[in-house]
């Protein structure tokens, strides 16, 4: 991974702080920094599992100042802010929790950075600050009407990181994931783990509505080389990364079962209060910084099911876009 020109990384001698590093996509992003060759710290509630002479290890809440001190230290270059309170639902449930881990830590993580001569701040928002348009593509223009407290706090922030760059020269990069899946997902709760776990368990899962929604979903490795492409950049402001692929719920479930092998059976549910009907995307701003999406569905999800596939059960199975064409005709 860390040979593809995808994962190139700006030179610099100062260090990477990555918050949220012992994370689904922390734990990929810094073994691909450390491949490239940089000094990182890694601020987590979880301890990371590869201390070494590259990696500097802060656990504790960013929340509280000193944690928030020891992670951006002197000579902090760059700041890549995953960490956050990402569960919607939970969002609706306990706002207050969410705005304090989603806003407060920002904006103690940006002061700080301002005051140690960080250049540049790269935060991990979602595409749910726009709220609901309906099925139209969703652009950095988009106005921002978040539905849920989630989206109202990566809006808030994105807020707070524009005003920074703008007042005090920290270059903030404001990148909107869409639903990010790949390797590594064994104790994550969204759709496409639930649907491996359906496979691997013989049981099923619940699909929200009649299996019409429409989402973005991207690939893991995707989302570091949209990162990176966004780093190397002069850009300052949001810039969306998914696959610029529209597919339904129902598309999810039947890749699944092609690429395990397995008839997951599927129960429709009531639609969750705050959920987008439909989530179309137009990453041609990312694109214009050089980012380039490789997976399609099928290929990426069948990257997951090793994960989860139990002892002697057979490769994930990926056909390729020609070789569906051909399916799909017989």
Do not use: C
């Amino acid at each position: 991974m860390g040979e593809d020109l995808r994962f190139r990384i700006p030179i610099t001698e100062g260090r990477v702080l990555v918050t949220g590093g012992s994370g689904f996509i922390g734990k990929r992003l810094v073994a691909a920094l450390v491949t490239a060759g940089a000094k990182v710290t890694v601020a987590d509630l979880t301890p990371f599992p590869g201390v070494s002479d590259s990696v500097q290890a802060i656990v504790g809440d960013l929340y509280d100042p000193e944690v928030a001190d020891q992670a951006v230290q002197p000579g902090t270059d760059t700041v890549i802010h995953l960490a956050a309170r990402t569960s919607v639902l939970e969002s609706v449930k306990d706002p207050e929790t969410t705005y304090r881990n989603n806003v407060a830590v920002t904006a103690g993580l940006l002061e700080l950075a301002r005051q140690r001569g960080v250049r540049t701040f790269l935060f991990a928002s979602t595409n749910a600050v726009v709220g609901n348009v309906g099925g139209t593509v969703i652009t950095e223009q988009a106005t921002l009407r978040p539905l849920t407290p989630y989206g109202a706090t990566k809006a808030a922030a994105e807020m707070l990181i524009s005003a920074y760059a703008a007042a005090y020269g920290v270059r903030g990069v404001s990148l909107r994931f869409s639903n990010v899946y790949g390797p590594g997902m064994q104790h994550k709760d969204s759709f496409i783990p639930r649907l491996m776990r359906a496979a691997r368990d013989g049981t099923g899962v619940k699909v929200r509505g009649d299996g019409t929604m429409i989402r973005d979903v991207i690939q893991v490795d995707d989302v570091l080389s949209g990162i990176f492409a966004a780093w190397r950049s002069d850009h300052t402001g949001p810039v969306i990364l998914g696959s610029g692929q529209a597919v339904t719920v129902n598309d999810m479930v039947a890749t699944a079962r092609r690429v395990t092998g397995v008839d997951i059976p599927a129960e429709n549910a009531p639609i969750a209060q705050g959920e987008m009907p439909a989530v179309k995307l137009d990453i041609s701003t990312a694109r214009g910084l050089g980012y380039a999406p490789t997976y399609d569905l099928e290929p990426g999800m069948a990257t997951v099911w090793p994960d989860f596939a139990p002892e002697g059960a057979p490769p994930a199975r990926a056909l390729d876009a020609s070789a569906l064409a051909m399916e799909g005709a017989r």
